[in-house]
């Protein structure tokens, strides 16, 4: 059974920085392809960044430049760096699994994000 546990959020000022982590727990780590998504009041979520089980990177537009995610496949964790936040980086910040070549995601509780103007 996947668990993915999530932790860093927080409060932070306009500019600021946060760093996200992910611990999954019941997987092959090393096969896993992981993402960051977030979920702001009333709206969908949508996706942060993704990294691939080979180390390859996706960005959404609006964080490139500012996020960067990495992974340890040694230490089962993935890692959201938040570099120059912004008020509309404000949400819930989610880790997902999804297996190579699976279709299934696995989600974690949700860290909160508050950034502040």
């Known amino acids: 059974q996947v668990q993915l546990v999530e932790s860093g959020g927080g409060l932070v000022q306009a500019g600021g920085s946060l760093r996200l982590s992910c611990v999954a727990s019941?997987?092959?780590?090393?096969?896993?392809?992981m993402g960051w998504y977030r979920q702001a009041p009333g709206k969908q979520r949508e996706l942060v960044a993704t990294?691939?089980?080979?180390?390859?990177?996706n960005y959404a537009d609006s964080v490139k430049g500012r996020f960067t995610i990495s992974r340890d496949n040694a230490k089962n964790t993935v890692l959201l760096q938040m570099n120059s936040l912004k008020p509309e980086d404000t949400a819930v910040y989610y880790c997902?699994?999804?297996?190579?070549?699976?279709?299934?995601?696995?989600w974690g509780q949700g860290t909160q994000v508050t950034v502040s103007s």
């Open positions: 990294i691939t089980s080979g180390g390859s990177t």
């Open positions: 997902n699994a999804r297996r190579i070549l699976g279709t299934y995601d696995s």
């Open positions: 019941g997987i092959n780590f090393s096969l896993y392809h």
